[in-house]
């Protein structure tokens, strides 16, 4: 379960410290009924075609790239341009519904559903035999296990999901950008951070050249190990149910009857 949740959270942005373990509480989300698909209360009608509704094959980033820690230094105007491109679509996005196929860092593939409400909110339903849900209420992230019937709690602001779903973010301000590359298919910006307690981890978002809208993104531990999510199937005009979003906590405790 912890290769799933690093594509999101992990420890690589988020100090151990900062994560607090509580029960799921009783009763649980009506959108986690068995049978009832998230999507079906979100109705999130057509999805909009962004050239394939197949499962996209992940493009896995090669393990000996070194990205020099100086070259944001260095960016060209095509660079700066392309950075820019890159910020004004994911500030121009208020919602998203999709798919997604996750690639850990041993090769393992996981798939399922997700729902991004700016600013802030999203959620990442994994399919079976998987028991993760992901859940942002706009200021805490819990990575709620079902099968364990745990959550772990974390403050948006310290998960690299902050970046996509943040309000409005020009990347190479309120970031630090140590790369910004093109070809004929994808924009790539690659942020880095460093945590005194974890070390130094990176964030690559990639966007479509055509089409300007997010493929997939990376993240890097700070052991080099890679998590790759690639996303497909979108619809940016979903109209979400807000029960998505929520969030049960202590104001609604375990029953103690089961």
Do not use: C
């Not at 992230?141 to 973010?169: E, G, H, K, N």
């Not at 004929?184 to 966007?207: H, N, P, W």
Request: zero cysteines; hydrophobic letters at 40%; aromatic letters at 6%.
């Amino acid at each position: 379960m912890a290769g799933l949740a690093a594509a999101l959270t992990t420890s690589l942005f988020v100090p151990p410290t900062l994560a607090e373990a509580v029960p799921i509480p009783q009763p649980a989300p009506e959108v986690l009924r068995a049978g009832e698909p998230a999507m079906l209360l979100a109705q999130a009608g057509k999805p909009e075609v962004t050239g394939t509704t197949r499962p996209p094959d992940p493009i896995i980033p090669d393990p000996r790239r070194n990205v020099p820690a100086n070259i944001f230094a260095t960016f060209d105007a095509n660079q700066k341009a392309a950075a820019a491109r890159v910020s004004s679509y994911l500030s121009s996005l208020r919602t998203l519904a999709g798919k997604f196929v996750q690639v850990g860092p041993d090769g393992s593939r996981s798939t399922g559903e997700f729902y991004i409400q700016k600013p802030g909110k999203v959620r990442f339903e994994y399919d079976p035999p998987s028991p993760i849900a992901m859940i942002s209420d706009g200021s805490s992230l819990v990575i709620r296990d079902t099968r364990l019937a745990t959550q772990d709690v974390y403050p948006l602001s310290q998960t690299p999901l902050r970046y996509l779903l943040s309000d409005r973010i020009d990347l190479m301000r309120d970031t630090n950008v140590v790369a910004v590359t093109s070809d004929d298919l994808y924009i790539s910006v690659i942020i880095e951070e460093k945590q005194a307690l974890v070390g130094t981890s990176r964030l690559m978002f990639m966007v479509g050249v055509k089409d300007g809208k997010l493929k997939q993104w990376t993240i890097t531990d700070p052991q080099g190990y890679d998590t790759t999510v690639a996303i497909y199937n979108l619809n940016p005009t979903a109209k979400l149910d807000p029960a998505l979003f929520r969030i049960n906590d202590t104001m609604h405790p375990a029953s103690t009857n089961n």
